[in-house]
């Protein structure tokens, strides 16, 4: 066997692996898609890399509390950070602060706060809240909670006539619709005189950008509105995930969108369909000394920062073929592989080579469009 048949081999064995892979995670995003996605423990391990358990949250005790958890998972799932924000003290008092739309209840429902007084024998003179993650058939619940003296994350299933039934349920009202200010991979350039970029990692400090600092929009599940103070519940902000040069060095973290505007490129063709910054907003006394910031987050998914993402400028823009990232006019293995690169922050796409592995036109790039430019490229769809 010669060294050509070898490598050919060996190149097709790595293409089924990674075809099993890919029908692996496509598996598991379609289960989730059935009903509310129940994190796993291994999921969780993540959650100092998530903003809404980290940058976002208002509560001590980060890892090892039950306010600190539910006030994230909620965040997570995409209930309303502002009516939220009504519920900031011990979990007994949750559910006579609950305003801005939060809704006391007696039934569970998917997405609503499970909510146990000082009076209840679970949970202790505290109290104690959690997230109702599924509504069986037989009126069962399955629960996410976290606690200091169980673990940083539990699941659990309770019925109505057992002892850790919830005295109540709080329902709280959907987040607001995401802005359509800036899309991934827009260059953007903040307005402000200084303005705190919350980097992260769990215990970092902002870093101050003088105004004309430039920053690239990255997709981020975490992109939406939140408090613009720790301790803030009336002024609300669209956050978005960038990547910005510091000394030498890309960093990732939030900015905070009435402080940005659009960089327009010199190539007109190339902005003609980007949204325009009209909000008419300008940058108040308070940001233009830089404080308008919070405690940090951080995701796992970005490249390590001493690793410069590698650009690719290989695209033909005359007539793009969805699922052909590459340009070259087809769309084979070459493609999938330029797409997981990019999920996996080893590369940056242009905003031409986005669209394009857009394949199910949902408005991001992420492994699902891996798998069907996959299935395309082996004829399993058309």
Known sequence: ???????????????????????????????????????????????????????????????????????????????????????????????????????????PLVGSIAFWDSEASFGGSLGHVGVVEKVEADGSILISDSSSSRSAYNLFTTAPDERDWPTAFIKVPEGPPRSEMFMPLDTVQTTAVNLKFRLEGVDEDPVLLPRGTEAQIKAHASNGIYASQVRTTSSYHHWWYAAVEIEGDLKQGWLAETYLELVESADPEADKDKPEDDSGNHPSEDHQNGNDGHENGSYQNEPDEDVRPEKVETFNEADPIPGDVTGDGKVDVRDVTLVMQYILGLVTLTQEQAGTADYNDDGRVDIRDAVLIMQYALGLND
């Open 1 to 107: 066997m010669t060294w050509k048949e070898q490598l050919m081999i060996k190149f097709k064995m790595l293409v089924v692996i990674l075809i099993a892979v890919l029908v692996l995670f496509h598996a598991a995003w379609a289960a989730a898609d059935e009903g509310s996605p129940v994190m796993t423990g291994e999921e969780f391990e993540n959650w100092v890399y998530l903003p809404e358990y980290t940058t976002f949250n208002p509560f001590p005790s980060k890892g090892s509390n039950c306010t600190w958890y539910a006030h994230g998972r909620m965040m997570q799932l995409g209930y309303c950070p502002y009516a939220l924000d009504s519920m900031r003290f011990s979990a007994y008092q949750w559910a006579d602060d609950a305003a801005r739309g939060a809704e006391v209840i007696d039934e």
